[in-house]
Structures are given as structure tokens and as C-alpha cells.
């Protein structure tokens, strides 16, 4: 037979806040545990002369990371002389850690588990707030308090604001989202039961003479400017302002084309400041290329193709689909048989029949460094491959001489083929020893600059009257002098 528990709330202040159905519940049962007798209907229930015991002790014993686990245990050992009702502040179901720990670790085949339903502090907070609105309501619970839960859209209360600690942790996490001085509305019981709110601004929560289970707190929505911090649907909703009639005539007028170079532009500069490793530069210009993303897919709902969840959902689904080691049965031992899988996984999803549409299937504007190595890169996969980097080095050798009989005649094209021969035999080179030539290349141009601006800062004359021989002087000068210093 199950044992019974009954959660029951209690209201969010003295005996006015008890339901008729919660009133019945306590009255008719026997073996009733209180989480805290510091309520506002406790007074009541004693007058009414209704026997409890409460987990106050507890509370005295128990940080907040134990606390609950401790009550949990209370509330079973109370269980083994009978059914138990457990009477709570608020509704059960509202920011009540216990009660979702109940929910937790209570097997339903062997507990039947009622609840009745109470007034939520949340509830009686935004009713006694004269800032409220009906612009929606998040409820949050102190304890468990997630930055990723936070809506500075919506009204929301955090309850069960207990002492002095939780409150220094909770504004801790508020005050990377929410301005210092916010005005903020902080409530709790009185002696009567009664509920009272008092207002401060945000950096002063944890300042409070003191604190109980029915303590919460309520923080108005925010406007666009008012933000200490933003998320993705912000810089969405930025977006759809800049494009709107009345928006920015430039964002206005810019197209998928359009913004084409604005995107490889902004990828460069990402990999330019993980080369620097400077990180704080690094984050803004993510943002820049976050921006690119955002501001396409707007293009793309105004036209009503797709948008930004759209987008989100396809990579999120990408993301799980490919990785079935992680989200499925599939196995991999290592980052070799991860790529194995997640290439065979991703030719079922394109429907590649065929190894020669697998290359195909690499974009081909794609700068061409870049499409040789993952052609190279692919067609490895398969066999097609050197068997050491020695015969990729002899490539090179073969098609280097191949260019010279080549460039010794007139035929054009001929030289070009063989130049071509030549660099994609490099990026042979470059792919046996896991280096990306567009980034080599890229540094090299770097280097190449730096050392020329050496040659013109230190030549006597204008470069246009030097000998090559007097500039290579200089050039063998910054070579020794930089040498080792960031690829000089």
C-alpha cells in the first residue's frame, strides 16, 4: 500500500492567505510536519488548536547546501508513523526548493503524492507593488538561481530569500544583468503575518536587517537602454528596429550580397586577434561576426524565409545528430573516429552516394588554399593518400621542376597549370604536418611587411634610388633583429 503525502500551502502571510481546501487538509489530519513556523498562519493554527511539528531545528544546523537533503530525510522519518501532510509557505509548486526535492526523490510507485494549492509570496508581491504590470511574470527560487533562467523582460520575483548569504549570492548574479541602482522591491512577513515591502536599489539587497523563508524579492522589467547586459534576442530586436521604416537608411538598404564582404572581413579580423591572443579584442569582434549572422537572418524573415531560431535549431539539431557518441549508442575512442563518424553521418544527411560528390560537395568559393586541403583532406579518407610525407615532398620537388621546363616556353596556360600543380603539391606538404596554409600564408604576408616597413624606416636614401643589394641588407638586418619575435 503507498504511503501519503499531502503538500500543502500555506499562503504567502497570516490567515487570510489559507484556502478553504488547505484549512480542511490541516484540520482533518494527524501527522502534520511544517517546514518553518515562522508563517503568518501559525498563530491561526495553533487558536484552532492544530497539532504540527517544523523543520525550524534544521535550519539551525544546516548550511543551504545540505538544508533540503536534511528536510527530505525529515519528512520520511515522519512518514514511518503514518501519511504525512507537509504544509509549506506559498503554493507548493512555486519556488519551494523542498517540495521539487520531493518531487525528485520520491518514487511515485511507492509514494502517493497530493498537493494543494496556496497563494505564492510571487503572487502577493506583485499585488502589493504599485510599480507591477501585466507584462508577464518569471518566478525564480533564490537557492537555485541560473543567470540562464534570467528574463530582464519580465517582471520577475525571487523567493525564498532566507538570510543574509543567499541574498549577497543572488545579487552577485543580478548585477550582471541589472543596473547597481535599479530600484527593487523586497518584501517579507511581519510579526503579524502580514506582508511588507520596502524598496532599495539592487547593490543594497544584502544589506537588510533580516531575512525568512517568506522574503522575496521583485525586480521591475528593463527597456533596451536601461541593460547592464544582453543576450541574443536583444541584438535581434536591435536589429528589427535598425531595418524597420523608421530605422538606419544604411542597415535598411543592405542585402544578403551585400553584406557578403562585410562577413569574410569581420571572420579575418576574428582570426587575426587568436593570433595576437589578445582576448578582449577577440570579443568584440565574435560580436562583429555574431552581428553578420543576426543581421541575415533578419533579412531572411522579412523575406519570410527563415530566422534567427530557425537557424539556431538547425546547428542544435546538426549538433546532436553528428554526435551520436554523445546523444545516441554510436562509440569513439578518439578525435579520429569522432571525424570518422560525424563524416559518414554527414553523407546520409546530404545524400552523398559517391566519394567524388563528397569533394564536389566542398564550397567552391572557398579561397583555394583552403578547398585544397579539405579536398586533399577527404580524398585522404579514402586511401588516396601518400604514404608518408617524404613522397608529398618529392611532389613538390617533381612539380617545381615541372614549372621551370614550363616557364622556360610561352605557353601560358601551361605555366599556370603547373603553378597550380606546385601549390596544391604545398598544401600536400602542409596537410601532412597539420599546418593550415591559409593561416601560414597569411602570417607570411604579415612578416613579409613588417620586415619591409624595417627597410624603409632604416634606408638612407628613398627606396627607389636603392640597389636590391643595399635593400636585401636591410632585409638580413630585420631578420636578425626579429628573429623569434611573433614570426618576424
Given at each position: 500500500?503507498?504511503?501519503?503525502?499531502?503538500?500543502?500551502?500555506?499562503?504567502?502571510?497570516?490567515?487570510?492567505?489559507?484556502?478553504?481546501?488547505?484549512?480542511?487538509?490541516?484540520?482533518?489530519?494527524?501527522?502534520?510536519?511544517?517546514?518553518?513556523?515562522?508563517?503568518?498562519?501559525?498563530?491561526?493554527?495553533?487558536?484552532?488548536?492544530?497539532?504540527?511539528?517544523?523543520?525550524?531545528?534544521?535550519?539551525?544546523?544546516?548550511?543551504?547546501?545540505?538544508?533540503?537533503?536534511?528536510?527530505?530525510?525529515?519528512?520520511?522519518?515522519?512518514?514511518?508513523?503514518?501519511?504525512?501532510?507537509?504544509?509549506?509557505?506559498?503554493?507548493?509548486?512555486?519556488?519551494?526548493?523542498?517540495?521539487?526535492?520531493?518531487?525528485?526523490?520520491?518514487?511515485?510507485?511507492?509514494?502517493?503524492?497530493?498537493?494543494?494549492?496556496?497563494?505564492?509570496?510571487?503572487?502577493?508581491?506583485?499585488?502589493?507593488?504599485?510599480?507591477?504590470?501585466?507584462?508577464?511574470?518569471?518566478?525564480?527560487?533564490?537557492?537555485?538561481?541560473?543567470?540562464?533562467?534570467?528574463?530582464?523582460?519580465?517582471?520577475?520575483?525571487?523567493?525564498?530569500?532566507?538570510?543574509?548569504?543567499?541574498?549577497?549570492?543572488?545579487k552577485q548574479k543580478l548585477l550582471r544583468f541589472y543596473p547597481a541602482n535599479l530600484e527593487v522591491f523586497l518584501s517579507s512577513q511581519d510579526g503579524?503575518?502580514?506582508?511588507?515591502?520596502?524598496?532599495?536599489?539592487?547593490?543594497?539587497?544584502?544589506?537588510?536587517?533580516?531575512?525568512?523563508?517568506?522574503?522575496?524579492?521583485?525586480?521591475?522589467?528593463?527597456?533596451?537602454?536601461?541593460?547592464?547586459?544582453?543576450?541574443?534576442?536583444?541584438?535581434?530586436?536591435?536589429?528589427?528596429?535598425?531595418?524597420?521604416?523608421?530605422?538606419?537608411?544604411?542597415?535598411?538598404?543592405?542585402?544578403?550580397?551585400?553584406?557578403?564582404?562585410?562577413?569574410?572581413?569581420?571572420?579575418?579580423?576574428?582570426?587575426?586577434?587568436?593570433?595576437?591572443?589578445?582576448?578582449?579584442?577577440?570579443?568584440?569582434?565574435?560580436?562583429?561576426?555574431?552581428?553578420?549572422?543576426?543581421?541575415?537572418?533578419?533579412?531572411?524573415?522579412?523575406?519570410?524565409?527563415?530566422?534567427?531560431?530557425?537557424?539556431?535549431?538547425?546547428?542544435?539539431?546538426?549538433?546532436?545528430?553528428?554526435?551520436?557518441?554523445?546523444?545516441?549508442?554510436?562509440?569513439?575512442?578518439?578525435?579520429?573516429?569522432?571525424?570518422?563518424?560525424?563524416?559518414?553521418?554527414?553523407?546520409?544527411?546530404?545524400?552523398?552516394?559517391?566519394?567524388?560528390q563528397v569533394l564536389r560537395d566542398i564550397p567552391a568559393v572557398l579561397p583555394a588554399l583552403v578547398r585544397s586541403y579539405k579536398v586533399q583532406e577527404?580524398?585522404?579518407?579514402?586511401?588516396?593518400?601518400?604514404?608518408?610525407?617524404?613522397?608529398?615532398?618529392?611532389?613538390?620537388?617533381?612539380?617545381?621542376?615541372?614549372?621551370?621546363?614550363?616557364?622556360?616556353?610561352?605557353?601560358?596556360?601551361?605555366?599556370?597549370?603547373?603553378?597550380?600543380?606546385?601549390?596544391?603539391?604545398?598544401?600536400?606538404?602542409?596537410?601532412?604536418?597539420?599546418?593550415?596554409?591559409?593561416?601560414?600564408?597569411?602570417?607570411?604576408?604579415?612578416?613579409f611587411i613588417r620586415r619591409f616597413e624595417y627597410i624603409e624606416q632604416n634606408a638612407k636614401r628613398p627606396l627607389e634610388d636603392m640597389t636590391l643589394?643595399?635593400?636585401?641588407?636591410?632585409?638580413?638586418?630585420?631578420?636578425?633583429?626579429?628573429?623569434?619575435?611573433?614570426?618576424?
Amino acid at each position: 500500500m503507498k504511503r501519503k503525502i499531502t503538500l500543502v500551502g500555506l499562503g504567502s502571510g497570516n490567515e487570510d492567505q489559507l484556502t478553504l481546501g488547505a484549512l480542511e487538509v490541516l484540520q482533518k489530519g494527524s501527522n502534520i510536519l511544517l517546514r518553518t513556523e515562522r508563517h503568518g498562519a501559525v498563530p491561526y493554527l495553533r487558536q484552532l488548536g492544530i497539532s504540527f511539528d517544523s523543520m525550524d531545528d534544521l535550519c539551525r544546523t544546516y548550511d543551504n547546501n545540505d538544508i533540503y537533503n536534511a528536510m527530505v530525510q525529515r519528512v520520511l522519518q515522519q512518514m514511518e508513523k503514518g501519511d504525512v501532510i507537509l504544509g509549506v509557505p506559498g503554493h507548493p509548486l512555486m519556488g519551494e526548493r523542498l517540495v521539487l526535492e520531493l518531487l525528485r526523490q520520491l518514487d511515485r510507485s511507492v509514494y502517493d503524492i497530493h498537493i494543494v494549492p496556496g497563494v505564492s509570496t510571487a503572487e502577493a508581491m506583485v499585488a502589493v507593488v504599485p510599480a507591477s504590470g501585466l507584462d508577464g511574470l518569471k518566478i525564480l527560487t533564490a537557492s537555485e538561481l541560473d543567470e540562464n533562467c534570467i528574463n530582464v523582460r519580465l517582471i520577475t520575483v525571487i523567493v525564498d530569500i532566507c538570510d543574509a548569504l543567499l541574498a549577497s549570492k543572488v545579487k552577485q548574479k543580478l548585477l550582471r544583468f541589472y543596473p547597481a541602482n535599479l530600484e527593487v522591491f523586497l518584501s517579507s512577513q511581519d510579526g503579524e503575518g502580514k506582508l511588507q515591502y520596502s524598496s532599495m536599489p539592487l547593490h543594497r539587497l544584502d544589506k537588510q536587517e533580516s531575512y525568512n523563508p517568506s522574503t522575496c524579492l521583485y525586480i521591475p522589467p528593463l527597456r533596451l537602454e536601461q541593460l547592464e547586459s544582453y543576450d541574443i534576442n536583444h541584438l535581434c530586436e536591435i536589429m528589427d528596429i535598425l531595418r524597420s521604416p523608421e530605422g538606419c537608411p544604411w542597415d535598411r538598404e543592405q542585402t544578403h550580397e551585400s553584406l557578403k564582404r562585410y562577413l569574410l572581413e569581420e571572420t579575418y579580423e576574428v582570426i587575426e586577434c587568436i593570433d595576437r591572443n589578445d582576448m578582449d579584442k577577440l570579443a568584440e569582434e565574435l560580436g562583429d561576426v555574431l552581428l553578420q549572422v543576426v543581421f541575415h537572418c533578419q533579412i531572411a524573415r522579412e523575406g519570410g524565409a527563415f530566422d534567427m531560431l530557425d537557424v539556431i535549431s538547425r546547428v542544435c539539431r546538426k549538433m546532436i545528430s553528428r554526435h551520436t557518441h554523445i546523444f545516441g549508442d554510436a562509440v569513439a575512442q578518439s578525435s579520429q573516429q569522432v571525424l570518422e563518424n560525424w563524416e559518414d553521418l554527414k553523407k546520409r544527411e546530404k545524400g552523398l552516394k559517391t566519394h567524388t560528390q563528397v569533394l564536389r560537395d566542398i564550397p567552391a568559393v572557398l579561397p583555394a588554399l583552403v578547398r585544397s586541403y579539405k579536398v586533399q583532406e577527404k580524398a585522404a579518407m579514402v586511401g588516396f593518400d601518400w604514404d608518408s610525407i617524404e613522397g608529398a615532398m618529392n611532389k613538390v620537388t617533381e612539380e617545381l621542376e615541372e614549372l621551370k621546363a614550363a616557364s622556360a616556353g610561352t605557353d601560358i596556360r601551361k605555366i599556370e597549370e603547373e603553378m597550380g600543380d606546385l601549390l596544391f603539391a604545398v598544401v600536400n606538404v602542409s596537410r601532412f604536418l597539420k599546418v593550415d596554409p591559409e593561416l601560414a600564408l597569411v602570417k607570411t604576408v604579415e612578416k613579409f611587411i613588417r620586415r619591409f616597413e624595417y627597410i624603409e624606416q632604416n634606408a638612407k636614401r628613398p627606396l627607389e634610388d636603392m640597389t636590391l643589394e643595399e635593400m636585401d641588407g636591410l632585409w638580413e638586418q630585420a631578420k636578425s633583429l626579429f628573429s623569434g619575435k611573433n614570426n618576424v
